[in-house]
Every structure is written in C-alpha cells, then in structure tokens.
C-alpha cells in the first residue's frame, strides 16, 4: 500500500466493497473522484481486493456517484455479500444484446437499400447510442479535462467514424468494445473469487455458551473468553484454545494441509477450519477481526495492493504512451491529406491507430497475473505478501534452511540405548529419575522415552542431586551414586578412562549426527543414551525437488560440525555451515546475495529473523500459529510443511513466465496492427479486435495462474 495509507490508522479508515471494476485506470479515476468528494480528507482503492478505504465522511450514496462513471456498486465492509446476477443477465450487458440486435437490423436493411439510405443509419445510430452510452459519458468527461485514457481515445475514434460516414463500423466498434468490457469483468471477478472465497470460509455466527444458556451470536458479538461449542461438521468460526473434547479437524483452508490433525485440551484451534468428528468447546481467544483467518485475508490484500517492479514500470510506462499515440494518430490523420493524400482515408487510420493503441492490455498484464498467483498460494496455505515478493521468489538461485525446527522437528528425541550391565528398562528409569531434576533439553527427550515405555520414574527416590557445570549431572538412588553426562565427565570420573570398545561405539554414533549422554557410576559406564533431534519426512524430498530446479540448497545451524555434516549428508543440501552464531547466519545470506543477487532464508520466525531480513525473500515456517512468523516474513507457510516450498518457487517462476508473455504479446499486437497503416490495411474493427483481443488474451492467459498445484 502506499506510504500515506501506511500513516492511515485502520481505525481511521472506513472501508467498503467495490463491485465493478474492470481495470486499473478506472480504479485511478474513482480514487481521485472519492478524494475530491466534500467531507473525504484521503481515499486508497485496492484494486485487486475490490475495496477502497476512506478516511472521512462519505455517504454510500456519494461514492456511488463517484463511481457512478463505471457503474460501481459500493457496500460496506460489515455488510452481507450481495449475490450478484448471473453474467448473461446483468444490466450492462443487455444493453449489448439490443445493440447487436439493431446493428443485425441495419446491416439487412443497408443490403436491402444501400449503405447510404437513412434506414440503416438511424439503426446504426441507434445501435452505437445504446450499446456506447456510458462509454460516451465517460469520453466526453476526460475530453473536457484533456485526460487522454481508454474511453476518451474509443469515443474520439467513433465518433470520427460517424463523422466520415462510417456507421457501420462505428457500430461494430461500440458492440465489440462492449462485449470486450463484459468479456474482462467476468475475468477479473474470476480472479478475485479466490480471495472472496477465503471470506466465506468462517460462519458469520457460532452457538455460545454463556452461564446456562446457549443461543447462536454473530461473529461480531463474540467477546474473548466467550465459550463457543463447535458440533461435528461444523466450521469454527472464531480462533481459541479446545477447553473440553478430542477431536480431528481439517485444517486445509488455513495451513493448505490435507491430511486432519487431532486437537484437544489446551490444542490451539483456528477459524475457518472444519471439526469432523467429536463435540468440541473452545474458548475464544481473539476478537474476529484479529483472527489468523482475518490477518491472512488482510495480508493478502494489502499484498494485491502492493505493486510488483513490472507493474510499476509497465503503468509509468502507459502514462507516456497514450499521448504518445494522440499525437502518432493525429499526425497520421493530417499530414498524408496536406501532401495530397485523400483525407477520410487518413482520417479513418489515424482514428484506427487510435483504438489499436489502447494501452488497456498492456496496463492489466501485472496485476490480473499478480492477483490469481497471491489468490492460489492462500488457498494452498501459503501467504505470499506481494508481488515484489512473487517475482523475487521467481528469480531465486540459492536457499538457506535454518536446522532446528525447519529441516528437523527442533524436538530431540531418543534414538540408541546401549546397556553394558544390567536391565535396560531399569537403567533407562534411573536416568529418567535422575534427569527429572535437570533443564537440559535433552533430559526431557529421556523422559519423554520413559513415559512412553511406561516405566515409573517419578516414583523413585532421587539423592543429592548435584549438576556438573557442563558436564552433566550426579545424583543418589538407592545408596548408589550414579553420574548421566557427556563422554567428557567419564575420562575425567573412571580412574583408566573409557574403554575402546565403548568410546567405539560412541564414535559410531556421534558420527552419525547424534549427542550421545553416558550413565554410570566411578567404576564403570552402564549405558549409552543417544538423543538425535529427528529429520522432518519431507525434508529429503522437498531439498531433492529444489536441487531438480536449480537452486543451490545451504543448511545453517549453530551445531558442531559433525552433527551438521551428518545431517547434511541425510537431508541432501548442496552445502553445510556449521558453529554459526546468528549474527554468522546473517552474515553468511549476505555473502550468499553477493553470490547469486536473489536468496531466500527458511526459518522459524523467531531467532532467524536478522537472517530472514537479510535475505531477497524471507520464508517463515508455521505462520498459522505465530504472529512473528506471519509479520516478519515475505512469504510464511501455513502449516510446518517444507513441502509447499516447491510449489510456491513453481507458481512463481509460472508467474514471470505469464508476466512476460503478457507484455510481449500485448505490446507485439499493437506493433502488427501498426504496420497495417502503412498499405492501408488497418480497419476500425480489426483494431479493436487487436486491442480487445490482446486484452482478453492477457487476461485469460493470468487465470492460468489458477490450475497450478503442488
């Protein structure tokens, strides 16, 4: 958004729903029209949302007349959506049937009594009245002000057309240009429905229990604290916290993950996500306009706003263009006739030169493209914020995955026990017994391991606990003292050292990327335990997808060297760096970007964020569940799953495909239809099947943006 809606409080601003937009110019032009209304201090239209945001005291009524140049419909934001009449039947568009009725009529009656016979002129009359009325309003308006756009350029162009006796064409010039227009509305609503359709995700109302009584509330009623209860079959309409039942709910909308995940007591649920099979209540947590749903839909938005480096050039360059081809028109019109040309030939392709060279393709070739793209990756759970973003993400040449909680599951787990003398359940609940006593994250993945052999380690009496400052810890149960510590506390605590044998199979395992913790009194070592923070299942997939396109993979991470190289060599990154600080981290992006320009950092959220900042596009992992992740990053995951990272690089680089084929088309036709004028061949209506044509193209050419998948 622009910086001086950035300085705009939302509280501010008052927001409606625009319906009828059809491109970019006239967005402009309500934008300017709503800022000149009496009471409006600033106004800011979001194309691509359909909204416009007003700071001031502006009637539904007043802003309709703003708009009333392009028939827009304007609602407010609170307001239930107003279905809309199937295409084939809505007003704008009937008036193109009569026209094309009346342009039929005409054209048997020229047939019948001549082109130049009053009949059929009235008809054609008749028929470019009708179909080109809101057209010639507009025109005529810009004419006065001497703004040259669309409009202005198709009225001078047909009513040079009745001028030099051309009704016919003028009359097929309006119909074509109408159909065109309903033609790209259409479109342009198919491309915003993926964002209209994250809004219907969450019911407006929920059943709420307050004291005894249960009654249905709107979404805008409920409080925090409120407690809601949500039935099989059911979507959740407000974020929360499960304070009663287990259930599995299928959080698609919100993280794009297809398999549902089981929530219980204390889980953190989302709106907008389905419960399938148990009774749930949930406490409510966040009022619905903070809802992750609602920051999701908000990010989206303001990310279609944001301009991406090829729709700012393309538009600074339409504002140079368009006076451009007045003049080329003009010229075309006037000098052949002075050097003895015939002057309504020329006349008829400087008018034809005019209408070619609408810029209206060429404006809409960004956004349309830019908008779908944003809109599929939401609705795959994956919330990309803006179209800097997208193009950046479609030129990337290397990754930087942070490891712990990214490319692992950042939770340790147990994965060797060793015994040497003795029970290995029974050492097992000893050490558990004893680390019971400890902070060290390791200590909880041995405990975790106990309870899941359900061994009872809580019950045992633990003496003398003592830590060894990072060694380990010592501790008494029953008269025996036993030590649990790294390999380290044992050559300093057995009076021989540790013997080749064990420290063998210590090696083994520590070479495998393993932390290897040691049980064992001063005589000797009972067992070994080996922690390994575990590899997330798509890791190796999505890393080998990424090596398929061409992008170089890096892991950073602040562990020794052995443990990352093991890791490394599991994950199959094309590079390692090890014993980073995150300062280290940060430097190493900006190495990286000296290397290849555009780099993305893959991380957390949390601590990678002076990385994420550093990087072209930072990418944040499980932005459903932390507003870090969600306001920091670029581009943030829905759901933990690195396998969403393939299919965004995917629907990027399909995104800069389209976004060139666009342009080039768009400009390419306009180019051909020009050379036309040389021998003359350049008729009214094949200029406005090239114009129309390209625009159409572009648009339909973006809405490919929609079919890709992961």
């Known amino acids: 958004m622009s910086e001086q809606q950035g300085k705009l409080t939302e509280e501010e601003m008052k927001t409606y729903r625009v319906q009828g937009f059809t491109c970019t110019n006239c967005a402009a032009i309500f934008e300017s029209n709503v800022k000149g209304l009496p009471g409006v201090e600033d106004a800011k239209?979001?194309?691509?949302?359909?909204?416009?945001?007003?700071?001031?005291?502006?009637?539904?009524?007043?802003?309709?007349?703003?708009?009333?140049?392009?028939?827009?419909?304007?609602?407010?934001?609170?307001?239930?959506?107003?279905?809309?009449?199937?295409?084939?039947?809505?007003?704008?568009?009937?008036?193109?049937?009569?026209?094309?009725?009346?342009?039929?009529?005409?054209?048997?009656?020229?047939?019948?009594?001549?082109?130049?016979?009053?009949l059929p002129t009235i008809g054609y009359a008749a028929s470019i009245l009708i179909g080109g009325y809101s057209l010639f309003i507009k025109g005529f308006k810009n004419l006065s002000r001497l703004k040259f756009d669309m409009n202005t350029l198709m009225t001078i162009a047909i009513l040079g057309a009745a001028v030099i006796g051309e009704w016919g064409e003028g009359a097929m010039v309006v119909i074509l240009f109408a159909i065109s227009e309903a033609l790209e509305r259409?479109?342009?609503?198919?491309?915003?429905?993926?964002?209209?359709?994250?809004?219907?995700?969450?019911?407006?109302?929920?059943?709420?229990?307050?004291?005894?009584?249960?009654?249905?509330?709107?979404?805008?009623?409920?409080?925090?604290?409120?407690?809601?209860?949500?039935?099989?079959?059911?979507?959740?309409?407000?974020?929360?916290t499960v304070i009663k039942g287990t259930s599995t709910l299928n959080q698609a909308a919100i993280t794009g993950e297809s398999v549902p995940v089981t929530k219980t007591i204390n889980d953190e649920v989302f709106a907008g996500t389905l419960n399938e099979e148990g009774l749930l209540e949930v406490k409510v947590t966040k009022r619905?306009?903070?809802?992750?749903?609602?920051?999701?839909?908000?990010?989206?938005?303001?990310?279609?706003?944001?301009?991406?480096?090829?729709?700012?050039?393309?538009?600074?360059?339409?504002?140079?263009?368009?006076?451009?081809?007045?003049?080329?028109?003009?010229?075309?019109?006037?000098?052949?006739p002075l050097f003895g040309g015939d002057w309504s030939e020329w006349i008829y392709q400087g008018l034809a030169i005019l209408v070619v060279g609408c810029p209206c393709a060429l404006v809409v070739s960004t956004p349309v493209a830019v908008v779908t793209a944003i809109g599929n990756a939401a609705k795959n759970g994956v919330l990309i914020k803006g179209g800097i973003h997208l193009e950046e993400t479609g030129?990337?040449?290397?990754?930087?995955?942070?490891?712990?909680?990214?490319?692992?599951?950042?939770?340790?787990?147990?994965?060797d026990i060793v015994t040497f003398d003795g029970n290995e359940n029974e050492l097992l609940t000893i050490t558990a017994a004893i680390e019971n006593g400890s902070q060290h994250p390791l200590a909880s993945a041995i405990m975790r391991k106990a309870e899941e052999s359900g061994l009872n380690f809580k019950g045992i009496v633990v003496e003398d606990f003592q830590s060894i400052t990072g060694k380990?810890?010592?501790?008494?149960?029953?008269?025996?003292?036993?030590?649990?510590?790294s390999p380290n506390l044992f050559e300093e605590t057995l009076r021989n050292g540790i013997e080749t044998s064990i420290t063998e199979n210590i090696t083994r395992m520590q070479t495998q990327g393993k932390t290897v913790m040691v049980?064992?009194?001063?005589?000797?070592?009972?067992?070994?335990?080996?922690?390994?923070?575990?590899?997330?299942?798509?890791?190796?997939e999505v890393i080998s997808k990424l090596n398929h396109m061409g992008i170089e993979t890096v892991m950073l991470t602040g562990d020794n060297q052995r443990t990352a190289a093991a890791i490394g060599k599991q994950v199959g990154v094309s590079d390692i760096q090890a014993d980073l600080l995150p300062e280290d981290k940060l430097n190493f992006i900006k190495k990286l970007r000296e290397k290849?320009?555009?780099?993305?950092?893959?991380?957390?959220?949390?601590?990678?964020?002076?990385?994420?900042?550093?990087?072209?596009?930072?990418?944040?992992?499980?932005?459903?569940?932390?507003?870090?992740?969600?306001?920091?990053?670029?581009?943030?995951?829905?759901?933990?799953?690195?396998?969403?990272?393939?299919?965004?690089?995917?629907?990027?680089?399909?995104a800069l495909v389209i976004i060139k084929q666009n342009i080039t088309f768009s400009l390419a036709i306009k180019l051909v239809a020009l050379l036309l004028v040389m021998p003359g061949w350049l008729t009214l209506w094949i200029a406005i099947f090239a114009d129309m044509g390209a625009t159409l193209l572009v648009t339909l050419n973006s809405l490919r943006l929609l079919k890709v998948k992961e």
Do not use: C
């Open 45 to 118: 239209v979001n194309f691509g949302a359909s909204k416009v945001y007003v700071k001031g005291d502006a009637t539904i009524e007043e802003l309709e007349k703003a708009g009333a140049f392009e028939n827009l419909k304007i609602r407010d934001e609170k307001e239930q959506k107003v279905e809309r009449e199937p295409f084939w039947k809505q007003k704008e568009n009937i008036k193109v049937y009569i026209s094309v009725v009346l342009l039929v009529i005409s054209w048997f009656l020229g047939e019948q009594y001549g082109e130049e016979h009053i």
């Open 596 to 654: 290849h320009q555009s780099v993305a950092m893959v991380g957390d959220g949390v601590n990678d964020a002076p990385a994420l900042a550093a990087s072209s596009v930072g990418v944040a992992m499980g932005g459903a569940g932390t507003d870090t992740a969600l306001e920091t990053a670029d581009i943030a995951l829905m759901s933990d799953d690195l396998s969403k990272l393939p299919y965004t690089i995917k629907l990027s680089r399909k």
């Open 472 to 485: 380990g810890v010592k501790a008494k149960v029953n008269n025996e003292m036993y030590y649990v510590g």
């Open 519 to 540: 049980l064992g009194t001063e005589k000797e070592i009972l067992s070994l335990i080996a922690v390994a923070d575990e590899m997330r299942e798509s890791s190796k």
């Open 186 to 240: 259409y479109s342009m609503d198919k491309a915003r429905q993926s964002i209209e359709s994250l809004m219907d995700i969450a019911p407006k109302e929920a059943l709420i229990r307050r004291g005894t009584e249960e009654t249905m509330v709107h979404v805008e009623d409920i409080q925090v604290g409120d407690i809601i209860i949500v039935k099989p079959g059911q979507k959740l309409a407000m974020d929360g």
């Open 288 to 336: 619905v306009e903070d809802t992750t749903l609602s920051k999701i839909i908000h990010l989206v938005e303001e990310a279609q706003a944001e301009r991406a480096p090829s729709q700012a050039f393309v538009d600074k360059f339409a504002k140079y263009y368009t006076p451009a081809i007045v003049i080329l028109a003009a010229l075309i019109a006037v000098l052949p």
């Open 395 to 415: 030129h990337l040449k290397a990754i930087a995955f942070d490891k712990t909680g990214t490319l692992t599951k950042g939770v340790p787990a147990v994965t």
